[in-house]
């Protein structure tokens, strides 16, 4: 199954962005910490110009440790600076002000020596839908800020959120889309919960994530599911199904004649590993 690309959304998402461009000094693009790339919006480097950029790693909590640092080390390779956040429990967002006014610090010295004052710092959020961009700037704002959307036809001034006295948010965060040609992104991104169930099969994404999962993180699989022996084959289908079938038996998950309803273990999976019942994971990493 193809997942749509969507390009009327992209085509006006990107307007949007390009608009709100003019009024900030510096971008925070959130990436998922589990996907950065997958969750990234492939022409990002197009729409943002040469607009200073901070990016922020977003739910790093439910992401493998280990492999954020290799993403924070990948995308300061590509001259970015980067860090690896939790907006849920504010977890390196202290940060965030201070990193986008070093961003910035050239030109808030000059300012300086020629006697000017420098204003508070201008940031605008921008990444995909759920990638905790509201949750983002909640925690900035220490309150809880109404979602205001971009309803066609509502003319509104735009807000500025204060953070601390030195940084202002725009309130509306820029949404850009994944690129979901690519199907593996749209799998990434569903077993993540970022798209929705009804756009993919839930088996097709689980099976999924139990390949993942069985290749990368077989130790918490065997133990979380009591399953034996790691498979040695992971381009045949069959040990894939066995391990789900191994899952279903073990939640109970059985139809008359005693089969395994792979549906529901399917959902079942999906949900226990989205809670982190099955800890830390990342579904790519950089090198
Ligand atoms: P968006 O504006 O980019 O669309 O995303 P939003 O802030 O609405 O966040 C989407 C979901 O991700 C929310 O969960 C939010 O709580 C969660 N979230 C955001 N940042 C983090 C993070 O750093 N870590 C974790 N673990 N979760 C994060 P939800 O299930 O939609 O709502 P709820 O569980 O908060 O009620």
């Given amino acids: 199954m193809t997942i749509q690309w969507f390009p009327g959304h992209m085509t006006r998402a990107r307007r949007q962005i390009q608009d709100k461009l003019k009024l900030i ?3 925070i693009e959130l990436l998922d910490a589990r996907l950065p790339l997958s969750s990234r919006n492939p022409m990002i480097d197009d729409i943002l110009q040469n607009k200073p950029r901070l990016i922020v790693l977003n739910k790093a909590d439910l992401a493998d440790a280990s492999v ?3 993403w924070i080390e990948y995308f300061k390779n590509e001259g970015h600076l980067t860090i690896a956040a939790d907006a849920s429990s504010g977890q390196g967002i ?3 002000s201070q990193l986008a006014k070093q961003l910035l610090k050239d030109k808030i010295d000059r300012q300086i020596a020629k006697g000017i004052n420098p204003r508070a710092v201008r ?3 921008v990444g995909i839908p759920n990638v905790g961009k509201s949750t983002l700037i909640n925690r900035l704002a220490g309150r809880n ?3 205001t959307g971009d309803r066609p036809g509502v003319t509104k001034g735009q807000q500025w959120i204060k953070v601390g006295t030195d940084m202002e948010l725009l309130d509306t965060p820029g949404i850009l889309w994944p690129k979901f040609e690519d199907q593996n992104v749209g799998y990434r991104l569903a ?7 009804e756009i993919l099969n839930v088996e097709d994404i689980a099976f999924f994530a139990v390949k993942y999962l069985s290749k990368y993180y077989w130790p918490r699989m065997q133990e979380r599911f009591d399953l034996g022996e790691q498979p040695r084959d992971f381009d045949t289908p069959d040990e894939i199904v066995a391990i ?3 899952i279903g038996r073990k939640r109970g998950c059985i139809v008359s004649g005693g089969r ?5 273990a399917s959902s079942l999976f999906l949900r226990e590993l989205r809670a982190g019942k099955m800890g830390t994971f990342s579904m790519e990493a950089p090198f």
């Fill in 25 to 27: 000094d510096v971008v």
């Fill in 68 to 70: 954020t640092r290799e």
């Fill in 94 to 96: 202290k940060e965030i």
């Fill in 123 to 125: 940031a605008l959020i």
């Fill in 145 to 147: 800020i109404a979602a």
């Fill in 191 to 197: 077993v993540t919960g970022a798209i929705k169930e």
């Fill in 244 to 246: 789900m079938e191994a």
């Fill in 260 to 264: 395994v309803d792979l549906e529901k």
